[in-house]
C-alpha cells in the first residue's frame, strides 16, 4: 500500500511541473492566479499523500493550515487586485 502513496506523490509533482510549463508559456490575466490555486490546491494534496506514505500524522496538520492560507490568499490577491489586467494599465497614456 506503500507504493500506492509513492506513486500518487509523483503523479503530483509531475502535475504541477506540467502546470507550471503551460503557466510559463501563457500569459493572460488570469493564468497567475490560477497558477496560484493551481500550486496551492496541489501543495496541499502532495502533503497530505506524503503524510500517509511516511506515516506522519502531522503533516495532515501542516497540509490543512497550508491549504486555509492558500484559500486566503487567493481571497485577499483578487480583493486587492494584485492579478488585474495588465494591458489595460497602459492604455491611457
Known sequence: MNAVWWIAACALLVNIGVSLGVMMRRRTTVDPLLAVLL???????????????????RGLDVALVLALL?????VAAVRMGWFGDRRDKGAGR
Open 70 to 74: 492558500a484559500a486566503v490568499f487567493g
Open 39 to 57: 500550486f496551492g490546491t496541489a501543495g496541499v494534496a502532495l502533503l497530505v499523500v506524503l503524510a500517509e506514505a511516511l506515516d506522519a500524522p
